[in-house]
């Protein structure tokens, strides 16, 4: 947490080149603590505060317990054909199911071997240039 007794304050005295034009100094006592240690507390405005508030009212006790009386639990026998206390009989350790377990097939080579790229005429198999020669 924040422990002010931490914090060493000192009085520095500043050249009065480095204060604002309308500073004035004032004469004010030694303080140990932060300036937010010395703020009052002050009346909030009645827009702030919730309907109903009254600033003189004492603050809101705890509201008094109230007893109640209920009647002991009835315990509940659900077991069919028992007017005795019956227990219900222990069951074995709980199981899971057995794990399914897929059987591998070894790889089988579908297609052939890649032998290399297919060889290709050196013949044009476009039409020739139908574009118009200038003979200027």
Sequence with gaps: GFNPD?????KVDL???LHPKDFKPQETEEKSLPFFFYIKPQEAPASFLPKGYKPGASPVSEP???ESN???QIKLNFWPGSKNKATPKAKGPASAPAPVIPVIKSFVRTTTEF???PTTTTKRTTTQSTTTRSTI
């Design 6 to 10: 931490r914090i060493k304050v000192e």
């Design 15 to 17: 050249p009065s080149s």
């Design 64 to 66: 008094p317990r109230v």
């Design 70 to 72: 209920t009647p002991k």
């Design 115 to 117: 032998t290399g790229w």
